[in-house]
């Protein structure tokens, strides 16, 4: 007996809830803490000179093209810098709530999903931390379950919507 799952239904309940709360989670920290207009049209402008940069064949031929393309790149990078710095304290704000609204969920879920066993695990797969238990069967319950599978889904996510959303980035 390694892993016996005590009540199944309870555990995909706390897969499920995790999974629409760091969803929802996502979707509204991308709304609130999204890069202004200002911020992706420079971004554009910049992609734009760079492509430019690219279709010159030879420095020495088009040296002035070049460095006034160069130079572009450069304000606009600086910019770029000064307009994400004005909002880098705004980031950090929506951040910390999330975090705490996080904390604040998962275990008012935990309370109410209730005190019952999800899972019971042998200790030896627990190898280190064995020593330290007298226990036979090891349960986890589902508040555990859920800051678990809420950090699971959530590496997913982060891991997976910039390959799919190329041009954003998520808090």
């Not at 996502?26 to 554009?44: D, F, G, T, W």
Request: with cysteine; proline share 5%.
């Amino acid at each position: 007996m390694k892993v016996v799952p005590v009540d199944i239904e309870l555990f995909v309940q706390c897969a499920l809830a995790a999974f629409a709360f760091e969803v929802l989670r996502m979707i509204i920290a991308y709304v609130l803490a999204r890069p202004s207009s200002k911020v992706i049209q420079l971004e554009s402008d910049k992609y734009d000179a760079m492509a430019e940069l690219g279709k010159i064949r030879s420095v020495q031929l088009e040296l002035v093209k070049h460095s006034k393309l160069t130079r572009k790149v450069i304000a606009i990078e600086k910019d770029i810098e000064k307009l994400q710095a004005q909002y880098f304290p705004r980031l950090l704000k929506v951040r910390k709530v999330f975090r705490v609204l996080r904390f604040v969920t998962y275990i008012a879920l935990g309370v109410y999903f209730g005190a019952r066993p999800v899972l019971q695990i042998n200790p030896l797969i627990l190898w280190p931390l064995s020593w330290f238990t007298s226990l036979e069967v090891i349960s986890i319950y589902p508040w555990f379950v859920l800051f678990v599978m809420g950090g699971m889904i959530r590496h997913i996510l982060r891991s997976v919507l910039p390959i799919v959303f190329s041009s954003t980035s998520f808090p």
